[in-house]
């Protein structure tokens, strides 16, 4: 049920919002894995902090998927009360099937987010036209914008370019985030700006975030932004001002610090990186298990010679 809360005063823009840095943020939880509500708001100031333009909750970094309904809820909830109408809060609705992501759709409206992040159905084979009619199933359910996200890694389905061409005739889409990796595909998304110019192409694979902003992308939706944004923010000024020595430099220390994603599995790695700069404890929902101390060790030497203040002993 929607709560009796009192609507924040928004001060952004769409347009503003996707021409950013909006980090899928990680879901901080308790040792009864719970959310942790302090370290949810101590994350977002963090974020908002370096220079992001938004917030996107319950993604693969967020464990969306993986998580309760009532957690979701509280991942949702948290994060609308702590950005306070700053930035928009984009919830990802990432299930396997229709009727499951219009409840999380629902959820998630009721809960206060601004725009919701959708992508293929997956566990069965979905073709372009069941993509299309998941997509349409969902935007007839609930009031709320759509990101799309095209996450074959996670979904096992592509998201064409024709398909979301089709689909992005809808004014209700706002975009799309592409994690794929295929730079032939991300430049096909691109392209149809050329008929619809308000819709925002943003890149979630970091290893191609400066390459995609100066060949026409609009924005970044990167996992380390977490515990990273000013450097991803960074990244983005320079794009826009041309500077290519600049983000040639920042994309290198982008991709040196990726590395840390190959010790262990890459989400508690991340959660270990984020704790260790006070960002949580590092716990992933189950099955997942924390980073080992071996495995913490070798991120926090990654993180240190990038700068960041890291211990590899997280409480």
Known sequence: MPSDRKA???????GGALTGVVPPMISPLTESLALDAEALARLVEHILGGGC?????LGGCGEGAWLTLDQRAAVIRGTRAAAAGRVPVLAGV???????????????????????????????PASGDMQRRHVESVLAAVPLPVLLYNIPQATHHVLAPGTVAQLAQDLRI?????SAGNFEAFQGFVALKKSRPDFRVLQGNEFLAAASLLQGGDGLVPGMGNFAPALFAGLIRAARAGDVPTCTHL???????????AHGHWLPALKAACAM??????????????????????????????????????S
């Open 174 to 178: 706002l975009g799309i985030k592409d």
């Open 277 to 314: 700069l006070g960002l949580g404890n590092g716990i992933p929902s189950r099955p997942l298990v924390t980073a080992t101390e071996a495995e913490r060790r070798a991120i926090a030497a990654i993180l240190a010679r990038h700068g960041f203040p890291a211990s590899p002993k997280i």
């Open 251 to 261: 994309q290198e220390q982008i991709s040196d610090l990726c590395t840390l994603h």
């Open 94 to 124: 990432m299930l396997p099937g229709t009727g499951p992501a219009i409840e999380a759709a629902r959820q998630a409206a009721d809960e206060g987010a601004d725009a919701l992040v959708l992508g293929s159905p997956y566990y069965f």
């Open 8 to 14: 924040p005063v928004n001060r952004w823009t769409w």
């Open 53 to 57: 333009s938004g917030l996107f909750v």
